[in-house]
């Protein structure tokens, strides 16, 4: 069983205009060991995708993203049942965005809880390539974690994966 370490960054989204608690995954905690050189990147990365919403604010595929992380609206509510086919339907879509990133496409998912992006690396090196996962609490409070696509690409995605993205996760108070 593989265990996802959240390591929170909310403070910092905060100042870069994001409006729900972020979590970072620990392989982008980890590309800078000292904190002053990690802080600099999660700005630079939270600001860019700050910026990417901003841009794309007349881009229907991306409204879901904008109004829970910039305006901090209540997502939408969860189906109540899960049936098998939308099971399939999520997990399908799942799929071919993942496809897409292998491939060098950077973009929204098809269901809007997903983006892959692109952001400077402040210490000079090539462009990160990024995805920011959306997620709610079950009180519909958005919850985003952002991870590096090389991170989720490499990732195997189970049955438990999808159903735990269709429900609302156990969040820390």
Same mark, same amino acid.
């Given at each position: 069983?593989?265990?996802?370490?959240?390591?929170?960054?909310?403070?910092?989204? /905060?100042?870069?205009?994001?409006?729900?608690?972020?979590?970072?995954?620990?392989? $982008?905690? =980890?590309l800078?060991?000292?904190?002053?050189?990690?802080?600099?990147?999660? *700005?630079? +990365?939270?600001?860019?995708? =700050?910026?990417? !919403?901003? +841009?794309?604010?007349?881009?229907?595929?991306?409204?879901?993203? *904008?109004?829970?992380?910039?305006?901090?609206? =209540?997502?939408?509510?969860?189906? *109540?049942? $899960?049936?098998? @086919?939308?099971?399939?339907?999520?997990?399908?879509?799942?799929?071919?965005?993942?496809?897409?990133?292998? $491939?060098?496409?950077?973009g929204?998912?098809?269901?809007?809880?997903?983006?892959?992006?692109?952001?400077?690396?402040?210490? /000079?090196?090539?462009? !990160?390539?990024?995805?920011?996962?959306?997620?709610?609490?079950?009180?519909?409070?958005? +919850?985003?974690? !952002?991870?590096?696509?090389?991170?989720?690409?490499? *990732? @195997?995605?189970?049955?438990h994966?999808?159903?735990?993205m !269709? $429900?609302?996760?156990?969040?820390?108070?």
């Amino acid at each position: 069983m593989e265990i996802v370490v959240l390591n929170e960054i909310s403070d910092q989204a /905060g100042a870069a205009g994001l409006r729900s608690r972020v979590y970072a995954s620990s392989a $982008l905690w =980890a590309l800078r060991s000292v904190k002053p050189e990690r802080d600099l990147l999660l *700005r630079a +990365v939270l600001e860019r995708l =700050a910026e990417v !919403l901003r +841009v794309t604010e007349s881009d229907a595929s991306t409204a879901l993203l *904008r109004r829970a992380l910039l305006d901090g609206k =209540a997502m939408p509510p969860l189906p *109540r049942v $899960l049936d098998m @086919k939308r099971m399939r339907a999520f997990h399908a879509q799942r799929l071919a965005f993942r496809e897409r990133l292998r $491939l060098g496409v950077r973009g929204t998912s098809e269901d809007g809880r997903a983006i892959a992006f692109e952001a400077p690396d402040p210490a /000079g090196g090539n462009p !990160l390539v990024l995805v920011a996962m959306l997620s709610q609490t079950h009180r519909r409070e958005p +919850v985003a974690y !952002l991870t590096l696509a090389s991170e989720s690409l490499a *990732r @195997k995605e189970s049955f438990h994966d999808v159903l735990g993205m !269709l $429900l609302p996760p156990i969040v820390p108070t």
